[in-house]
């Protein structure tokens, strides 16, 4: 594992998994939501499709690199760049619990983010996991593609490194 793409939807535990695995085999890991909302001394912007993969192929140069996120269109290239495709199928309710859960520590300063953690971001992360379990057949077929080189996970609390 050299190469390592985390693919999951909102709070699947990608993050959590990246961390724990960049510490076991000594690989950086990337969160992709950093690498399409670049911070700037002026605040946080979103990178076009082809910088995000200029982005991407820059950090490639290292040879080494856990990337992290969930499914876009603008870097499907990591699917091809990737020795190891981790798709973190974690059950529907324990995400909906996760998201719940995440906003409330996140409005009580207990955990950090990126983004304005407020109700429209809230309604919007239960969206996205609704439109991906109603998109799920075709995500399926895509990772079919690459079927040799995926791991499917559906708890990650019960991996041991």
């Not at 990178?47 to 140069?61: G, L, S, Y």
Request: with cysteine; charged share 35%.
């Amino acid at each position: 594992m050299k190469k390592v793409l985390i693919i999951g939807i909102v709070a699947s535990g990608k993050t959590t998994l990246a961390k724990q695995l960049s510490e076991k085999i000594n690989i950086p890991w990337y969160e992709l939501d950093s690498i399409v909302h670049h911070q700037t001394a002026e605040g946080r912007i979103k990178r076009t499709a082809h910088q995000q993969v200029e982005a991407i192929m820059d950090i490639d140069k290292d040879g080494h690199w856990i990337f992290e996120g969930t499914d876009r269109e603008s870097y499907q290239c990591l699917y091809e760049m990737a020795d190891t495709i981790i798709f973190l199928d974690t059950p529907l309710w324990k995400r909906r619990i996760r998201i719940f859960v995440r906003f409330l520590k996140q409005n009580l300063g207990i955990e950090k983010c990126h983004y304005k953690s407020d109700l429209t971001m809230l309604k919007k992360m239960y969206k996205w996991t609704r439109d991906f379990e109603r998109d799920r057949d075709s995500f399926e077929a895509k990772l079919q593609l690459f079927q040799d080189k995926v791991i499917r996970i559906y708890d990650n609390k019960k991996l041991e490194f």
